[in-house]
């Protein structure tokens, strides 16, 4: 059995022999059992994060539902839609409102994914079912709301609750998964789940409109009443069957438990055998360096762009023709559908190359492509093609960022620190995107595309510079030039090195 160096393995100088990840990767595993824990992992895992992903993001964008038909139809008086202006109406909104109600989201949002990710690494995945149940009664909420305040309000403790959601799904699991096979589980749940969201979020919300209101709940309060009361009832369950990490979990047996510690550690230079370190303001901090840094600032850039197709892409579908809300919302399936297929594919090729910036590079060209279409044409029909390019680009990108920065943290602390400041530093993305695209730059929104046509150019310098770097770092420790962290370590510092131990190697 792995174990961690004890005190007879220390020098006199306090140093540790500590035996490198390339030469134990693969001892002791059976590929043959290896492969039927892997299969059922994934038959457990990936539909349990992609559905409570689905969840997050059609709560999160409800509030988009009556606006999104607002930006189709506001003009369009006779199709006597009282509903499609409901919610604004209804709150006495103008103006700006809207736009602050989704700052006011996104600042909260971004200030709670580190401390809810600290947290699951702490007390395990009743707090990730917390966060469920939370996010699902506060739309229910949003409900029974009657003023701009109490959206404001709810907007608030939205953030709070729905911060955690992405970074903690993507540290379960790295909890699980090998480095090399992490890219292509995060591609899947978090590639599909704003697919399918975006593809029948708005099919469903058009469905609770037409069917008949519940006592005083009626027009737009059905679309959050329905999908919070399902969102709640789901997190009730997850108390039971959301796993925990490896070594505390009920899905496995004994001899699953022993496997999947032996396969994590694998990848580590320091075997630890499942056990967590403690979390320190130290390790904390340390997140914060270059490759964090780079994949943050290359998850905010890409994050202007998706946030920016939610106000580009109903202006384009409208001006295709006359339609109702609900042909309008079967016209925004096709870019969703496409890209979940094309997502696959090219996560399925980058698991499959164990590069990560080259799936990047390989993609964002589409993003880059779309938006000149958009600046360069009036063409509603080019335009709308070029929301298919954008979204293909934009899909599978995002998951490839993350896992990329996850991948390259070490360890625990770091990995769950990591995971969260990503998209939370890529948030304010989100909120350059609100005050990007306003109503006075309609129908165009020839600003917003201009400036997504500059920051996919600089996510692929970014990617470039990313790469060249990891290459140089790989190469100082393939030559041993790292190899003086270890003097005068004592066995929990070299535990606490991470990814700065000259063993451990990043991912390109």
């Known amino acids: 059995m792995e174990h961690l160096p004890s005190s007879k ?7 540790v022999d500590v035996e490198s990840t390339s030469a134990q990767s693969d001892n002791g595993i059976d590929p043959v059992a290896e492969k039927k824990l892997l299969r059922k992992l994934d038959w457990i895992l990936l539909p349990l994060t992609t559905l409570i992903y689905v969840l997050n993001f059609v709560d999160r964008t409800a509030i988009g539902e009556p606006t999104f038909l607002r930006h189709l139809f ?3 008086h006779d199709l006597g839609n009282a509903k499609v202006v409901g919610l604004e109406k209804d709150l006495g909104m103008t103006g700006y409102d809207y736009n602050v109600s989704l700052t006011v989201f996104f600042i909260f949002f971004i200030f709670f994914e580190v401390p809810a990710n600290l947290a699951l690494k702490r007390f395990g995945s009743i707090s990730m079912a917390l966060l469920i149940i939370m996010f699902g009664l506060v739309s229910i909420g949003t409900a ?3 003023n701009f ?4 309000v709810t907007r608030i403790f939205l953030g709070i609750a729905e911060g955690g959601t992405l970074p903690g799904l993507t540290y379960i699991l790295s909890r699980y998964y090998r480095r ?3 890219v292509l589980r995060i591609g899947i749940f978090f590639g599909l789940a704003p697919c399918i969201a975006g593809a029948f979020g708005g099919l469903l919300a058009s469905g609770l409109l037409a069917v008949n209101d519940i006592g005083s709940v009626t027009s737009w309060r059905k679309i959050f009443l329905i999908e919070g009361i399902i969102t709640t009832g789901f997190g009730i369950l997850g108390i039971f069957f959301i796993p925990t990490d490896p070594k505390h979990t009920r899905m496995l047996n004994e001899t699953e438990r022993e496997l999947a510690l032996r396969r994590i550690d694998a990848d580590r230079p320091v075997k630890t055998h499942g056990d967590k370190e403690k979390t320190t303001w130290k390790l904390v901090w340390r997140s914060l360096n270059f490759n964090t840094l780079l994949c943050s600032m290359l998850y905010l850039f890409v994050n202007i762009s998706f946030q920016g197709l939610s106000f580009f892409m109903p202006t384009v579908v409208a001006g295709l023709g006359h339609y109702t809300p609900v042909q309008v919302q079967l016209r925004t399936v096709p870019p969703y559908a496409v890209a979940g297929f094309w997502a696959l594919f090219v996560t399925y090729g980058g698991y499959r190359l164990r590069v990560r910036s080259l ?8 993003v880059l492509s779309g938006y000149v279409i958009a600046v360069a044409t009036p063409s509603h029909h080019a335009r709308y093609a070029a929301c298919f390019l954008c979204v293909m680009g934009l899909v599978p990108t995002a998951p490839a960022i993350v896992a990329w ?3 390259n943290a070490s360890p625990d602390t770091m990995r769950a620190t990591t995971s969260a400041l990503i998209p939370s530093i890529g948030t304010i993305g989100a909120i350059v995107a609100v005050w990007t695209y306003l109503p006075t730059d309609a129908p165009s929104f020839r600003k917003g595309s201009i400036l997504n046509v500059a920051t996919s150019s600089t996510v692929i310098v970014l990617v470039i510079i990313g790469a060249l770097y990891i290459r140089w770092e790989n190469g100082k420790r393939e ?10 370590k004592t066995t929990q510092e070299i535990v606490d090195l991470g990814y700065k131990h000259p063993d451990f190697r990043y991912q390109i």
Do not use: C, M, W
């Open 9 to 15: 393995d220390v020098s006199e100088k306090g140093s």
């Open 74 to 76: 506001g003009s369009l």
């Open 144 to 146: 029974f709301i009657q």
């Open 149 to 152: 305040a109490g959206l404001i």
């Open 180 to 182: 090399h096979e992490l």
């Open 359 to 366: 799936t990047i590079l390989f993609t964002i060209p589409l």
């Open 405 to 407: 920065g996850t991948d």
């Open 479 to 488: 030559r041993g030039e790292r190899n003086y962290r270890l003097e005068g």
